[in-house]
């Protein structure tokens, strides 16, 4: 069975652009979480979905960011403008085998603004 | 107070010792607990879960949870070079949401 397929893996971009990184979750589970983690901050949650409704968003750090999850197979996370301090990897997991909140994370993507 | 805290460390053991990681967490009504490594450059990867009092075995690792004193460790028996990595205790109180501890960087030394 796939994990959680997270695309582009990596990401350069400049100050101002917009940023839009992709995730599929594993078939079946129905939560959906975003992630950032730097060294300095640790892993943050940003926001996460269930049955592709936002539940909480209280770590979006400002509006520059915005999530959606159109379907059970696909959700965004995008970033306009970006900046330098948006600069992290950005993890997407999922989850929701009954009760027990195991959560799976993708690969990454590695973004980098200059 | 945090409500996931873990010793940053490095935590720096010897091959073949036992590496003992260390959680604590503020919310009593906490249910699930997890641990996870993350090796440099990639993503976290759950390697347990808790969920009851006691202590739960998985080949090497052993996880041992005390909800009275709120407290979740990780042992690793006969640790190898390979183990090297940052441990990430994780704590469900809420929904399908997880609280995350700031990561326990392990060294096994050879």
């Known amino acids: 069975d796939a994990g959680v397929i997270q695309s582009p893996r990596h990401e350069v971009t400049e100050m101002g652009q917009e940023v839009t990184l992709r995730c599929k979750p594993i078939?079946?589970?129905?939560?959906l979480f975003w992630y950032r983690q730097t060294m300095m901050r640790g892993l943050e949650l940003l926001i996460y979905?269930?049955?592709?409704?936002?539940?909480?968003d209280s770590g979006m750090p400002e509006d520059r960011f915005s999530a959606k999850m159109p379907n059970a197979s696909f959700s965004t996370l995008k970033i306009q403008p970006s900046e330098p301090r948006d600069s992290a990897v950005y993890f997407c997991a999922s989850s929701g085998e009954g009760w027990s909140y195991e959560q799976y994370f993708g690969p990454g993507t590695r973004l980098t603004v200059t | 107070q945090k409500e996931v805290e873990q010793n940053s460390g490095p935590l720096s053991v010897p091959e073949g010792a036992i590496a003992s990681l260390n959680c604590t967490y503020s919310?009593?009504?906490?249910?699930?607990f997890f641990w996870y490594r993350q090796y440099s450059g990639k993503s976290p990867e759950l390697i347990m879960s808790i969920y009851s009092n006691g202590d739960k075995e998985d080949g090497r690792f052993t996880a041992q949870l005390n909800k009275a004193s709120q407290y979740v460790s990780l042992l690793i028996r006969d640790s190898q070079p390979s183990d090297s990595a940052t441990y990430l205790c994780a704590v469900n109180n809420q929904g399908g949401k997880l609280i995350f501890g700031q990561g326990t960087e392990l060294s096994v030394k050879p």
């Open positions: 919310d009593r009504v906490s249910q699930s």
């Open positions: 979905f269930n049955n592709n409704v936002p539940i909480d």
């Open positions: 078939s079946g589970h129905d939560y």
